[in-house]
Each structure stands twice: as C-alpha cells, then as structure tokens.
C-alpha cells in the first residue's frame, strides 16, 4: 500500500517562503490526486489545494490562490506546495493527501491515502 510522508516545514518569518513535499512510497504517483489540507490550532483541517493526477490541473482555495502553488514531479513520486509570502495566519499542520477520484476534490472523505503532517509557523 502507498504510504505518504510530507516534508519542508519549519519556522519563517512573515513575508518569507517555504516549499513543502509530499513523497509516496510503496506505490508511484501518477495516478494519483494530490490535496494539501492544513489544520491551525483548535481549528478544523481545510482544503487548500490540490493537483489532478490525469490533467495535472490545479484547484486553489482562496485563501492561499495566488501566493501558493501546487505542483508534481511523477517521476520522482513527489508533490510539493510552494508557499509565498506567508502570514502568521498560514501557520498550521500542513498534510498532503492522495485519491484515485477527480471530483470532490475540497473534502477530506474523498482522500483515503493521507500523511502524518509537517509544522509551518509563520513568526517574527
């Protein structure tokens, strides 16, 4: 079975960049749709993005279109999610999830396959 594994979190200052990963392993990418959800303290997760597998196009939520960018790399069995700049307010645990489906694609039910998350802390 595919397992996921995010990586690249870490503490920023406002304003400042980070790229985080997501790499399968025990499978390969392809095929797969890639979400990137986020949970803030003593909030719910939330959908931010995700990237078909098929067509490669991207879906953002608002709150991060325009400063943050999905992408893939099938070859390396690698999602990532480019953030720039940050807000404290994007500090949260960041998780990449994966699903076969191409639909519903803003709700956690629709991913089975799911990370153990990677801390962004937006702080001067």
């Known amino acids: 079975q595919a397992h996921f594994v995010e990586s690249g979190g870490g503490l920023v200052q406002p304003g400042g960049s980070l790229r985080l990963s997501c790499t399968v392993s025990?499978?390969?990418?392809?095929?797969?749709?890639i979400g990137w959800f986020r949970q803030a303290p003593g909030g719910e997760r939330k959908w931010i993005a995700c990237?078909?597998?098929?067509?490669?196009?991207?879906t953002y939520a608002d709150s991060v279109k325009g400063r943050f960018t999905i992408s893939r790399d099938d070859v390396k069995n690698t999602a990532y999610l480019q953030m720039n700049n940050l807000t404290p307010e994007d500090s949260a645990l960041y998780y990449c999830?994966?699903?076969?489906?191409?639909?519903?694609?803003?709700?956690?039910?629709?991913?089975?396959?799911w990370g153990q998350g990677t801390q962004v802390t937006v702080s001067s």
């Open positions: 999830a994966a699903t076969y489906n191409t639909v519903l694609l803003t709700r956690e039910g629709t991913y089975p396959y």
């Open positions: 025990g499978g390969t990418l392809d095929h797969y749709t």
């Open positions: 990237i078909r597998g098929s067509t490669k196009s991207e």
